[in-house]
């Protein structure tokens, strides 16, 4: 019997010396989730973006025969100074992508309007069709920084 116990005894002591034939992957997701962050902090944040062409010009080349478009600070839109509602202001935002050799559209923003109005009067001006916009008034945020 005491053969068999040295036996025994011999093969567990091999079988525990031999090495596992299974890879380690701790270290392998450790990398990767290290990674995977790297790559996440690098590539921007989506935003949000209205694509517009902007032309090149003066600050001082604006004609006197132009329709003028206001947003005060509550929101409200003010066509050539009268206050406007977003269905009255397509239908004349669309009588003026119909003419385009008509007066240009000259549109300014109260600094504190909210961007999200502000954004839904550059997509109507957009949607309409109008091809001449000039942004007027933005000389109020030349030192933005600064205040």
Request: proline share 5%.
């Amino acid at each position: 019997m005491s053969s068999r116990k040295h036996f025994l005894r011999q093969k567990s002591a091999t079988a525990a010396d031999r090495p596992f034939a299974e890879l380690n992957i701790t270290p392998l997701i450790d990398v990767l989730l290290v990674l995977l962050v790297m790559m996440m902090l690098s590539i921007p944040a989506v935003t949000h973006q209205v694509a517009v062409d902007l032309p090149g010009g003066t600050a001082g080349s604006s004609t006197s025969k132009a329709n003028k478009l206001f947003l005060d600070s509550a929101g409200t839109a003010i066509w050539n100074g009268i206050p406007i509602d977003s269905d009255r202001l397509r239908g004349r935002l669309e009588m003026m992508a119909k003419n385009p050799a008509g007066p240009q559209l000259h549109f300014e923003s109260d600094a504190r309007a909210r961007y999200e109005r502000f954004d839904q009067l550059v997509a109507t001006i957009k949607r309409a069709g109008v091809q001449e916009v000039a942004f007027v008034g933005n000389q109020q945020f030349a030192n933005w920084d600064n205040r």
